[in-house]
């Protein structure tokens, strides 16, 4: 069986007519579909109609769509009163609940109205595509058709072939994504499918980070802004989610997947959610938000104290930091460190402790500063337990005499932007050993789906894969923590020299 998703006169129906089921008419309208409008809640379907035509009208006035496409977009959009006036319609997309039994019920009632070769899709964020096809009569034209809120704005979706699903429904949606102007990505359904699997390491690891007293919460945000490039720091995106959305997506994913380490959740957004502390919504979440937003305490001032000797680790990583001490005016010390210099040593993936007993300095005159992440732009330095308070304050105005900012923090294997780049890679990489999608496609989902600098598996050869199983290996080594684990398909492609993009012949 084939669709042609192209052809002029494709009607596609619409259940469901919430956010999301407004958006998905905007963009099919705008693609050229005739679109038919379903919901159970008399009146919601006329609602949604004016409400997309209102949006049409107000990107015509914003001169990005002309007069007569907004007249013929809003021309291609029809309310439906029942569910037999869904006859017509060559593709079906449910956007109602997302509860299982409603979208199976759904799936079984629509498939008494539509034709045999009516393409029916599911909009679920976080549901097995196969179990809301199994009650099905025919669940081989079932397929996800995950969009991301707001549709209109957010250019991916995904494609999810459930177990039964066949190829010409997953061909068909691919087709009808780029129609509608969406870049499709293509998934195997399993819990997560491609972004919400993939954004697991973010959040998850900057919790274990703040769980471990690392650093505070406006830190960790700084580090991972600043230094690692993301647009919005973890809490800050927990805190505009809302822990009621996010923590259960946390405990769904780790159960989803039996209980496997790398998505495990922390007790801090259990209690934090408990406590109603929701974020933005509640007023108070990892911040406090009042008229003008969240109140962030501003970073303490750098000290005006220098050290009266530097020494440098010697070892490969130290290179970059050895050039920015040369700009900064600040001569190294040769040789053995004198008895009053400060020690600094540039981990990867170590902490300073493991650092300063490896190499046999003195922990108490003895900092790491992070030589892969921020060095330009936001700075990073690392204590050990016991680096006195006078060496802690000389590294800090050591490193901020340009002005760069520098968050100094406790001990911790592969420091912040370390870690959390380290297992968003680690996750992606094991995507595409699952076979879950394509390379291209994981680095396309989560950089659409999720605005991160750049793909997973990208920045994992940006950074060198190479070094990105060092950082892994000695944070699995040191914490003993099977989250840390390697993926195969990292530790081979480093191993071999290759892309992480590289598939089997």
Not at 307 to 315: E, R
Not at 379 to 397: D, F, H, I, L, S
Not at 429 to 441: G, L, M, V
Request: proline share 7%; net charge neutral.
């Amino acid at each position: 069986m084939t669709l042609d998703v192209d052809r002029p006169d494709l009607t596609l129906g619409i259940v469901g007519t919430g956010i999301m089921g407004r958006g998905i008419a905007q963009i099919a309208a705008l693609g050229g579909c005739r679109v038919i409008l379903l919901d159970s809640r008399p009146g919601a379907a006329q609602e949604a109609r004016i409400y997309v035509e209102g949006m049409l009208s107000k990107l015509a006035e914003k001169g990005k769509l002309g007069a007569a496409e907004r007249d013929a977009a809003a021309a291609r959009l029809s309310v439906a009163e029942d569910f037999s006036e869904l006859s017509p319609c060559h593709v079906v997309v449910e956007a109602i609940v997302e509860k299982i039994e409603a979208k199976q019920e759904l799936m079984t009632r629509l498939e008494t109205v539509v034709r045999d070769d009516c393409l029916l899709a599911t909009n679920t964020s976080s549901l097995s595509v196969t179990s809301i096809a199994r009650a099905c009569r025919l669940p081989g034209r079932v397929a996800g058709f995950h969009f991301f809120n707001p549709v209109p704005l957010m250019k991916v979706v995904e494609v999810i072939a459930g177990v039964m699903t066949e190829t010409w429904a997953a061909d068909a949606l691919t087709a009808l994504a780029r129609r509608m102007g969406h870049r499709p990505v293509r998934a195997k359904d399993t819990p997560g499918f491609i972004v919400n699997h993939a954004g697991r390491g973010f959040g998850t690891e900057a919790l274990r980070i703040l769980s471990e007293g690392v650093a505070e919460v406006p830190d960790i945000d700084r580090v991972l802004k600043g230094a690692a490039g993301f647009r919005m720091g973890p809490f800050e995106l927990l805190d505009l989610t809302g822990l009621d959305v996010s923590h259960p997506v946390m405990e769904s994913v780790y159960t989803q997947f039996y209980h496997e380490p790398r998505f495990r959740p922390s007790p801090i957004t259990a209690q934090r959610l408990d406590a109603g502390l929701l974020g933005r919504k509640s007023g108070r979440g990892f911040y406090v938000y009042d008229k003008d937003g969240a109140q962030v305490p501003p970073p303490p001032t750098a000290p005006s104290f220098r050290p009266t000797a530097v020494w440098l680790d010697g070892g490969a990583t130290a290179a970059p930091v050895a050039a920015l001490l040369a700009e900064l005016g600040c001569a190294v010390a040769a040789g053995a460190p004198p008895t009053d210099a400060l020690c600094v040593v540039a981990p990867v993936g170590e902490d300073a402790t493991s650092m300063a007993v490896r190499l046999g300095l003195d922990p108490r005159r003895t900092v790491g500063i992070d030589p892969l992440f921020g060095l330009r732009s936001h700075r990073t330095v690392m204590t050990t337990p016991v680096t006195r308070p006078e060496y802690r304050a000389a590294a800090q105005g050591l490193f901020a005499t340009d002005g760069v900012p520098v968050t100094v923090i406790n001990d911790s294997p592969g420091l912040i932007a370390q870690r959390v780049v380290a297992t968003i890679i680690n996750i992606a990489c094991d995507i595409a050993q699952q076979r879950i999608a394509t390379p291209d496609d994981i680095d396309g989902a989560v950089t659409l789906g999720l605005g991160y600098p750049t793909g997973p598996l990208a920045w994992g050869d940006a950074i060198g894969s190479a070094t990105v199983l060092e950082i892994l290996d000695h944070m699995h080594a040191i914490t003993g923590d099977p989250r840390y684990r390697p993926s195969l398909w990292l530790r081979r492609r480093a191993l071999l020299g290759v892309s992480l993009h590289t598939t089997e012949n």
